[in-house]
Nanobody, 124 residues
Framework: QVQLVESGGGLAQTGGSLRLSCVVS????????MGWFRQAPGKERALVAA????????YYVDSAKGRFTIFRDNAKNTVYLQMNSLTPEDTAVYYC?????????????????WGQGTQVAVSS
């Protein structure tokens, strides 16, 4: 049974930072692409950042560029999302996801396993 467990969410102030972690069990993340999505109230789930199997290639949505960093530690079967310069617009539930492919994919339907999500709230 594959499980993805996110942690690190919480309340931050505008301009603050949070680091999200996603620990995967039941399957190695080696050789697999990973992604972080978020869903704000009343909005669809959307990709924030993605990383390929090796960590050499990453993808960010425009709003995350320069502020967020996705990285992975295959030895720990964990993927991270470092979020800096947070704004209230970053408030959402953040989900990590695993895709059974090598290279970056961007659509929710491209991912095969999902975590339960971790809430991030940014106060103004």
């Amino acid at each position: 049974q594959v499980q993805l467990v996110e942690s690190g969410g919480g309340l931050a102030q505008t301009g603050g930072s949070l680091r999200l972690s996603c620990v995967v069990s039941g399957r190695t993340i080696s050789g697999k692409a990973m992604g972080w999505f978020r869903q704000a109230p009343g909005k669809e789930r959307a990709l924030v950042a993605a990383i390929n199997w090796s960590g050499e290639n990453t993808y960010y949505v425009d709003s995350a560029k320069g502020r967020f960093t996705i990285f992975r530690d295959n030895a720990k079967n964990t993927v991270y999302l470092q979020m800096n310069s947070l704004t209230p617009e970053d408030t959402a539930v953040y989900y990590c996801a695993l895709a059974l492919v090598l290279n970056i994919v961007t659509r929710p339907g491209d991912y095969d396993y999902w975590g339960q999500g971790t809430q991030v709230a940014v106060s103004s």
